[in-house]
């Protein structure tokens, strides 16, 4: 297949997920059933989020700079370890590859076992020839090179079983907001996607916020009230009961709103329903610790200069295309590894 051609297979596949359909709603139900923390709201947003970027003036934009590079197919093999905390995380490790030109061997996480299979099969129906360029498999073997996406304990195991191969290893992230007191409530309440959405479970997530010394938490708790209903996820609900509980029992200090816990700490991974806490005197502070903690962050959110990329309140979960996880460019950790 030529470049061209994978575009349009790939355009094709957004406007089939965006029309949606009576395989796909099944699709949805079913890994919601798999997984109770893919509820059909947070899967359509994953949904969303994809297709919007499968149109061919986005895809044709982001590998215009490779278009020589990628034109024909690879005979090299990308082995694929996929995350599985949120819907559809490994989609983007997926598109990487096969839209240039590679075949791949993915190996799904056990959390998300239905939705990459079913979009790889839609993706064979709408061009056949991806038929011998896709393996789902439960163990890989023959690959030449990986992308692999797992804990920090798992990472330490990646690099170990694939030190002789090029290979991209992702460990635990997470992500920070640094606030300066004069956010608008609509900028706040913005703020509470970036907490909330797909439960607080992504790495774009933000489980760290720096606020300015002396804030008002009544109005960060009085904006982000609209997300209450979180709390009604069994899940979520148990998470938020036993941290509260672990606190209480401490004596550790923390704000309640009754189902988001704030908690001074100088941590940046917070527990599920917890968000850490630092105050600071002057934004220097915070740049001088984000530059010390770099390698554990995947994205900030703040309207201030910062030392690391931002994004604007409410955006954490809305990547580009060249978003990439962990900074590193996957395009050209592919173009470097072509054959």
Known sequence: MTLNQRIQSFVKLGNLLAEGSPALTEIIQSAHRHNAWFTPQNIEQALKANTEHLSEERLTRWLESYAVDFEQDSPATVGLVLAGNIP?????????????????????SSDDKQLIPYLMNELVKIEPAFKTKIQLTDRLSNFDLIIATGSNN?????????????????????????????????????????IFDYFGLGCRNVSKIFFPHGYD????????ESFSSISNHFKYHNNYDYN???????????????????????????PL??????????????????DSVQDSIQCAVSNLPLSIPATGFGESQQPGLSDYADGINILDFLKANRR
Do not use: W
């Open 154 to 194: 798992t990472s330490r195991y990646f690099e170990y079983y694939f030190q002789k191969v090029p290979h991209i290893i992702r460990k635990n992230r997470n992500s920070v907001a640094v606030l300066n007191g004069r956010e608008s409530a609509e900028e706040l309440k913005k703020l509470g996607h970036d």
């Open 217 to 224: 938490y009544a109005r960060f708790f009085e904006a982000i």
């Open 88 to 108: 559809m995380v490994g989609f983007h490790d997926v598109l990487c590859s096969l839209i240039s030109g590679f075949s791949v061997q993915i190996k799904t």
């Open 244 to 270: 509260k509980a672990i606190y209480l029992v401490n004596g550790d200090k923390h704000l309640d709103n009754g189902f988001l816990l704030l908690k001074e700490d100088k941590r940046i991974a917070s």
């Open 273 to 290: 329903a917890v968000v850490y806490y630092e105050e600071y005197t002057e934004l220097k502070e915070v740049l001088t610790r984000l």
